[in-house]
């Protein structure tokens, strides 16, 4: 049996057999996507999983799915029920695109986190990855990734993600204290390149579901492992591809973090101050209001200054979470 197909051979093969036949427009784009199922689906529910498929009603659908039945491109097969399988002899598909379907993964295991197959792919990322890569680490140093430095000459971005110290397991705060003080130390160290294309962050949320995991325009690396256990070590890594439920998931967390988390105000100051500005700008609109309100207020009843502070700190909320939600969305780390 050859190797497992791609998706693009699979998606070219399966449309041109279909293509063979003389199929109505719901026939054919109902018999593509069945085709994808080589075990079969169960014949009670078929117009009601490819109803959404041809934009039919369930009773349109099960029209559609007895046609296909009665050319014998849908067969019956007993199982734990009966099952509408696609005739794939008939249609002349090969019997390896079949068991490649059946065996499919939509995702690949790497091993442990430091294991050999884990760390070779990761420093594949970094020396062929031209777009971004985004890390969040757990307490980890820079001498884990020896090939920053080279992503950075060429002008290639990477974005890592420090736990919080009050986020680290207890006991761990000097380890975490003598980690940072070491990225400051490297960064501030290295080529003006380094700190032009790296950016090194701290967390502001508390991320041990993400230690250790990656994620580039067209994969993540998830470390799959038990909540309970606070080692990263023992976890399973496994890579998926950008369209996958993992990969949309890990996306989606990636782009709160990154939104929320806080540049290294001694390496990059400027990006520090431009992060507070932004994120603190409920409390300097909120002081810039107290001011006056307690100036004109000065000779008067202090119940009314507080009246007057506390009504003005409400109006400030909304404005600030107005501005928080319309002009401030979360980060979208590729410009989906």
């Known amino acids: 049996m050859r190797a497992a197909f791609s998706d693009t051979e699979i998606r070219k093969i399966i449309d041109d057999a279909v293509s063979r036949q003389s199929l109505s427009r719901p026939e054919t784009e109902a018999l593509i996507s069945l085709a994808y199922d080589p075990d079969g689906l169960p014949r009670d529910s078929i117009a009601s999983i490819i109803s959404p498929v041809v934009s039919l009603s369930l009773e349109e659908a099960q029209i559609v799915a007895m046609d296909l039945v009665s050319k014998d491109l849908l067969i019956t097969e007993d199982g734990t029920g009966p099952r509408l399988v696609v005739n794939y002899a008939l249609l002349q598909i090969p019997t390896a695109l079949v068991e490649s379907l059946r065996h499919r993964k939509t995702y690949e295991e790497l091993g442990h ?3 050999p197959r884990s760390t070779t792919t990761l420093e594949h990322i970094f020396d062929t990855e031209r777009g971004r890569i985004f890390l969040v680490l757990g307490v980890t ?14 002008g290639w971005e990477t974005i890592l993600v420090l736990p919080n110290k009050k986020h680290v397991p207890a006991g761990q705060e000097d380890h975490w204290k003598q980690i940072v003080s070491e990225w400051k130390s490297f960064l501030r160290g290295g080529k003006r390149s380094l700190r032009h294309s790296t950016r090194v962050l701290v967390a502001t949320n ?6 250790t995991t990656g994620l580039t325009k067209n994969c993540v690396r998830f470390n799959v492992r038990p909540t309970s256990d606070e080692s ?3 976890g399973e890594m496994v890579q998926a591809q950008a ?16 939104a929320s988390s806080v540049p290294l105000g001694r390496v990059w100051p400027f990006d520090w101050l431009k992060y507070y500005l932004k994120h603190r700008s409920l409390w300097i609109l909120l002081a810039a209001l107290a001011v006056p309100a307690f100036y004109f207020n000065a000779s008067a009843n202090p119940l009314a200054v507080g009246v007057t502070t506390f009504a003005l700190g409400i109006l400030a909320a909304a404005v600030w979470e107005y501005m928080r939600q319309i002009k401030w969305p979360p980060t979208e780390l590729y410009g989906k």
């Open 113 to 115: 986190p430091t294991g």
């Open 232 to 234: 990263t070590r023992l």
């Open 206 to 211: 508390s991320i041990p579901h993400l230690f």
């Open 243 to 258: 369209g996958s439920t993992l990969y949309e998931m890990v996306y989606q967390q990636y782009c709160q973090i990154i």
């Open 141 to 154: 140093s820079h001498r884990a990734f020896r090939r920053l430095a080279d992503r950075a000459d060429r």
